[in-house]
Nanobody
Framework: QVQLQESGGGLVQAGGSLRLSCAAS????????MGWFRQAPGKDREFVAA????????YYASSVKGRFTISRDNAKSIVYLQMNSLKSEETAVYYC???????????????????WGQGTQVTVSS
C-alpha cells in the first residue's frame, strides 16, 4: 500500500522560505515520478512542481519557476520542495502525489496521479 506523508508546512512571512518533505512508503520509490500540488481555499488544486523517477527532469508551474526547487533522495524515499520568496497568495494546503506507472515522465495534471498525501498547510502572512 502506497503511503505519502508530507511535513514542513507552517507559518512564514512573505518573502520567507520553507522546505516541504514528503516521505513515501509501500513500493520502490526510485521507480516513480513525484509531484507537488497545492490547493487554496475556494480554488482548484493546481500543479506546482514534479520530478522524474531518477531526479534528472524537473517541471515547474510558471508562477513558481525560479523560486521553488523540487528534489528527491531516492535512498531515503523522500521528495522535497524548497520554497523561497513566498507570497501571501501561495497560502494553501500542499500535497505530494505519485502515479501508478513505473518510469513514467512526470505529469502536470492531477488526474495523472493516483496516490496522494494528506497535505501540509502553508500560510504566508503579508
Amino acid at each position: 500500500q502506497v503511503q505519502l506523508q508530507e511535513s514542513g508546512g507552517g507559518l512564514v512571512q512573505a518573502g520567507g522560505s520553507l522546505r516541504l518533505s514528503c516521505a513515501a512508503s509501500g513500493r520502490t520509490f526510485s521507480n516513480y515520478a513525484m509531484g507537488w500540488f497545492r490547493q487554496a481555499p475556494g480554488k482548484d488544486r493546481e500543479f506546482v512542481a514534479a520530478v522524474s523517477w531518477s531526479g534528472t527532469f524537473t517541471y515547474y508551474a510558471s508562477s513558481v519557476k525560479g523560486r521553488f526547487t523540487i528534489s528527491r533522495d531516492n535512498a531515503k524515499s523522500i521528495v522535497y520542495l524548497q520554497m523561497n520568496s513566498l507570497k501571501s497568495e501561495e497560502t494553501a494546503v500542499y500535497y505530494c502525489a505519485t502515479p501508478t506507472g513505473r518510469f513514467s515522465m512526470p505529469a502536470q495534471t492531477s488526474s495523472a496521479y493516483a496516490y496522494w498525501g494528506q497535505g501540509t498547510q502553508v500560510t504566508v502572512s503579508s
